[in-house]
C-alpha cells in the first residue's frame, strides 16, 4: 500500500497542471512533531512506501528527520520533487536520512518546452543535474513525465532518456482536469490517443530494463491484458483501496485528483480514517456505473475515479476516455 503526504504547498516553480496549486507555503501546514505523528499512524494502518511531495517537498527544512521517521517506522521512504533543488550534498544527505528512491519530473526533451510547462527558466537543466547528483550517490531516482498533445511524440525518447541517465523508471502521468489543470483541459490526450499511447508504452515496456508504469491511465491493465503483456501490478485505479493522500494542512483523499475529503488528521488518526470513511468503503466496493460497471476488466482496471467525478460529478461513473466496452463489437487488439 502506498500513501502520498504532500509536506507542503511552498514551491520555486509555478506549473501549468499543478494539481495543488503550488506556490506559497500555508499557515496551517502539519509541523514536525505532527508530521512524525502521521507517520506513525501510516505504519500502523499498514501502509508500506511512503511518499514526500509537495509543492516542492525540499523545501521543508525538517524533510530529513521526516524521512528518517518513516524508515525508523518501517516505512520506504520516497520523494516527489521538480529535481532543481538537488545538489550533492542535498541527494548525500538523502541517502543518509534513509531515502529509498526519488521521482524527478521531466517532460520534455526539449529544454525550452520543459521550462515553459513549468514556468521556471533552467529547469530543465537542474533537473538533469539533480539526477547526476542523485546518481554520483548511489540515491536510485525515476523520471516522472506529464504527458499531453504538445508532448505525445516524445514520450519514448524520455524513457530511452531514462535508460540513458541511469535512471530505475519512467513513470507516465495522464492528466486529469484538478487545480491548476482545469485551464489547461483541451492539451491533454483523448480517448482514441490514450490507446494508442498505452498500446505503444505496453510494447516499450518488453524493450527496456527499467521500470514503465502509466499513472492515471488505469486502463493499461485492460490493454495489457489484451496484448499479453505481463505487468508488475494487480489494479488500475488504486485510489482509496490501496493508496490515498494527505494534504499539507492534513486533509486525507482518495487520490491527488478526486478532491474529496475523508478526514481530518488533526481531528481522528489517520489509521481510522482509512478504515472506516465512506468515500474509501465506496471506492473498494467497486460499485461502478455505466461501461465500467459492466467492462469484463473491472477488477483489473476499475476506470480513473477522479476524471468520472470530473466529468460527470460521481466518482463511481464510468471512465470517460477509455474506448473499450464490453458490448462493442470492435476488436481494439487490432488499434495501433
Known amino acids: 500500500m502506498i500513501v502520498s503526504w504532500n509536506t507542503t504547498n511552498n514551491c520555486n516553480m509555478y506549473c501549468r497542471h499543478c494539481y495543488r496549486e503550488a506556490g506559497a507555503r500555508l499557515s496551517d501546514e502539519l509541523n514536525t512533531i505532527e508530521g512524525l505523528k502521521l507517520i506513525g499512524q ?21 524533510i530529513y528527520t521526516l524521512v528518517a521517521g518513516a524508515k525508523e517506522r518501517g516505512l520506504r521512504p520516497v520523494l516527489g520533487s521538480n529535481g532543481t533543488l538537488i545538489t ?20 520534455s526533451m526539449d529544454p525550452a518546452n520543459h521550462d515553459k510547462f513549468r514556468a521556471t527558466p533552467g529547469a530543465w537543466q ?39 541517465c541511469g535512471a530505475v523508471g519512467h ?6 482536469p484538478t487545480g491548476r489543470a ?23 515496456l518488453a524493450e527496456v530494463n527499467i521500470d514503465l508504469k502509466p499513472t492515471c491511465a488505469p486502463q493499461f491493465m485492460r490493454i495489457a491484458a489484451q496484448m499479453g503483456v505481463k505487468t508488475r501490478f494487480n489494479k488500475g485505479c488504486l485510489a482509496g483501496i490501496s493508496y490515498c493522500i494527505i494534504s499539507p494542512s492534513g486533509i486525507v483523499q482518495p487520490c491527488a485528483y478526486l478532491n474529496i475529503p475523508a478526514g481530518d488528521v488533526r481531528k481522528r488518526p489517520f489509521d481510522e480514517i482509512w478504515r472506516t470513511a465512506a468515500i474509501f468503503h465506496d471506492l473498494r466496493a467497486e460499485e461502478y456505473q455505466g ?6 476488466y473491472k477488477k483489473v482496471c476499475g476506470g480513473c ?23 462493442l463489437s470492435t476488436d481494439l487488439t487490432s488499434v495501433r
Not at 550533492?88 to 517532460?107: F, H, M, N, Q, Y
Not at 461501461?291 to 469484463?296: A, K, P, T, V
Open 182 to 204: 482545469v485551464n489547461i483541459e483541451a492539451e491533454s490526450l483523448q480517448a482514441a490517443q490514450y490507446e494508442t499511447l498505452l498500446r505503444q508504452l505496453m510494447r516499450k
Open 126 to 164: 537542474a533537473a538533469v543535474d539533480g539526477m547526476r547528483a542523485c546518481r554520483e550517490v548511489s540515491l536510485p531516482f525515476q523520471i516522472h513525465t506529464t504527458v499531453m498533445e504538445w508532448n505525445l511524440s516524445e514520450i519514448e525518447q524520455l524513457t530511452d532518456f531514462a535508460v540513458e
Open 171 to 176: 513513470h507516465i502521468f495522464f492528466l486529469v
Open 305 to 327: 475515479r477522479a476524471r468520472a467525478y470530473y466529468y460527470y460529478g460521481d466518482y463511481l461513473a464510468e471512465e470517460p476516455l477509455c474506448l473499450y466496452r464490453q458490448t
Open 291 to 296: 461501461g465500467c460497471g459492466q467492462c469484463d
Open 88 to 107: 550533492g550534498t542535498v541527494a548525500g544527505r538523502l541517502k543518509e536520512s534513509g531515502a529509498a528512491a526519488i521521482g524527478i519530473s521531466l517532460d
Open 42 to 62: 501510516i505504519a500502523l494502518a499498514g501502509f508500506k512506501i511512503m511518499i514526500f511531495s509537495g509543492g516542492e517537498p525540499l523545501l521543508r527544512d525538517d
